[in-house]
């Protein structure tokens, strides 16, 4: 009870931190945005200590995007569309769900596959005891750098495919390509922080974190592919075949309702406030393990 | 003989309390398993009724995707490689220096410990899976196909569990060994027939990829049991995945043989 109450009120304190106008700290967004720099800084030592590891992992990431784009190139070899998917349709669609899948990567992918760990060995002690916002720490502790080169290289497939195209995006459209593709970060980034919240109820959830490799999976293969049941769950429920199909569908004017990006939007955002209440929920849960 | 039953029984308890983990993954990897099939149910019916891609129809291509499912759960390693990398970069492995244990027998065992626990949490919904595509599934392409897809299988097994072991020597040099694992993962990924049959790859790269032990570690079983591989050919894949399954153990004992000499017992 009273380890509820203080694990809660932390909760608080940390949200609330800064925010009173007599208060002599700075602003919180000043605060937190030195904290987020202080983050990245050690997040950049940590990785130039490890130089050849850095590149490799970079190596590793473009393996499995030429993988990707070579199953592409498979499938084109037997058919010319699939639904009304071009090939270079869908070599957009794989640069834009690698683009997507590597950012997400670079902020928040480390972090919350370490939430089990934190929870197992009892080291979010020391994050809740902090005066920032539990989740702010958790969500954003490591910055993994190796992604940024590999979502500059999935643009630069992006640009060339769009190229094959002939597009000629208009300012409005790629403004929108990039805030859809900014909400598709949070939809990912939500679902799998409420996974990784799993973690207060049963330890070994890197399970179920690794599990949801599967849904970037599917994420990458055009919307046209499914149907009935499978479509409309992965679409209405958990909405991952829209994350990177509308923002493609919008770039190639391929967009037939504007219902598609609304629908989007709407559920990032129900996604957001579920994920930020299920985390809530979940850390009242938190026993300590080591003390 | 006896010491390694009981490292199999240990191992199999050990392996069971990861069961809502294995269920997890079970039930996961049925998603991209749909929607491969959903993928390809899209591509056949722009074909045309009965239309066959690289010499498979819709009802071969989904059953294909099936076998590999099935193939990957009896043969996959699950994280062996981790576990022995571990071992030697925490200097586990010294008390085998001294122990009357074959330290690549012992984790032989563990492998196929690891595989019977995996498979009794993966059966039912695997089953349940499949029985939902059941007009799909076909009987072995003929009476030998049988008992030839039973040893494929296990020089399958094998092959995947030699090769892994191997990788993970590497650790005696080097501290970090993910990153070989994973790339030489994405290559399997592509080479093995996972990710498509690999008969739709043009013929030279279809055949130069035996020059490699990627077929051998899941595509020959596959298609010895539907009939790709026939006849005298048959023989050749499996003396191909015998062949590189004796390489792989040879390289297995010479990098243990080394990286012994490098060990220096962290730990321990």
Request: glycine content about 10%; charged content about 20%.
């Given at each position: 009870m009273s380890r509820e109450t203080r694990v809660e009120s932390r909760e608080q304190e940390g949200q609330g931190a800064?925010?009173?106008?007599?208060?002599?700290?700075?602003?919180t967004l000043v605060r937190y945005s030195a904290i987020y720099a202080a983050l990245w800084k050690t997040s950049v030592t940590r990785e130039m200590s490890f130089k050849g590891n850095f590149l490799l992992w970079i190596v590793v990431e473009l393996a499995w995007f030429g993988l990707q784009l070579a199953f592409v190139g498979v499938i084109f070899s037997q058919t010319t569309t699939v639904g009304t998917w071009t090939v270079w349709q869908v070599v957009l669609l794989t640069g834009t769900s690698s683009f997507i899948q590597q950012i997400y990567q670079a902020f928040f992918l480390v972090n919350c596959t370490n939430l089990s760990e934190l929870v197992r060995t009892g080291k979010m002690d020391f994050l809740l005891l902090l005066p920032v916002n539990t989740r702010f720490l958790v969500s954003m502790?490591?910055?993994?750098?190796p992604s940024f080169a590999n979502a500059a290289f999935a643009v630069c497939i992006m640009i060339y495919a769009a190229g094959k195209l002939h597009l000629h995006p208009v300012a409005g459209q790629l403004l929108g390509f990039g805030a859809l593709c900014v909400i598709g970060i949070l939809v990912h980034y939500s679902l799998m922080f409420m996974l990784a919240s799993v973690s207060f109820w049963t330890v070994r959830a890197q399970g179920i974190v690794w599990g949801y490799f599967n849904l970037f999976n599917i994420a990458?293969?055009?919307?046209?592919a499914f149907h009935g049941a499978f479509k409309a769950v992965f679409t209405f429920a958990l909405p991952v075949l829209l994350v990177s199909n509308v923002p493609v569908r919008v770039l190639a004017d391929?967009?037939?309702?504007?219902t598609m990006w609304l629908v989007l939007i709407g559920l990032g955002v129900a996604w957001a406030l579920i994920s930020e209440w299920f985390w809530r929920f979940s850390i009242r849960r938190y026993t300590s393990a080591s003390t | 003989m006896k010491k390694y039953w009981h490292v199999i029984g240990i191992g199999i308890q050990n392996n069971l309390t990861y069961r809502v983990n294995y269920l997890a993954r079970t039930l996961f990897g049925f998603i991209p398993l749909f929607a491969m099939l959903s993928l390809w149910r899209t591509i056949y019916a722009g074909k045309g009724q009965g239309s066959a891609l690289g010499g498979y129809t819709q009802a071969q291509m989904i059953f294909y995707y099936l076998l590999v499912a099935v193939v990957d759960v009896l043969t996959a390693v699950n994280e062996d490689d981790w576990q022995i990398a571990a071992d030697i970069r925490e200097g586990n492995i010294s008390q085998f220096l001294l122990k009357p244990i074959d330290y690549l027998w012992y984790r032989l065992c563990l492998f196929f410990s690891g595989r019977i626990a995996f498979i009794s949490m993966a059966c039912v919904p695997l089953a349940v899976f499949i029985f939902c595509f059941r007009e799909y599934v076909v009987l072995p392409?003929?009476?030998?196909a049988l008992p030839a897809f039973v040893i494929s299988l296990v020089l399958t097994a094998l092959l995947q569990f030699f090769i892994s072991y191997t990788m993970a020597m590497l650790a005696f040099w080097l501290l970090e060994i993910s990153t070989f694992i994973f790339i030489l993962f994405a290559l399997e990924y592509l080479a093995s027939?996972?990710?498509?049959?690999?008969?739709?790859?043009?013929p030279v790269i279809g055949h130069a990829l035996?020059?490699?032990p990627f077929p051998s570690m899941l595509y020959v079983p596959i298609a010895i049991y539907m009939g790709?591989?026939?006849?005298?050919d048959v023989w050749l894949g499996l003396l191909v995945q015998s062949l590189w399954l004796l390489l792989a153990y040879a390289l297995a004992r010479f990098a243990w043989r080394r990286g012994i000499k490098k060990y220096a017992a962290f730990g321990g």
């Open positions: 800064g925010a009173g106008s007599l208060d002599p700290r700075p602003s502790r490591q910055v993994d750098l990458r293969m055009p919307d046209e391929k967009l037939t309702s504007p | 392409a003929s009476g030998a027939g996972h990710l498509f049959p690999l008969d739709l790859l043009p035996f020059f490699t790709k591989i026939a006849g005298a």
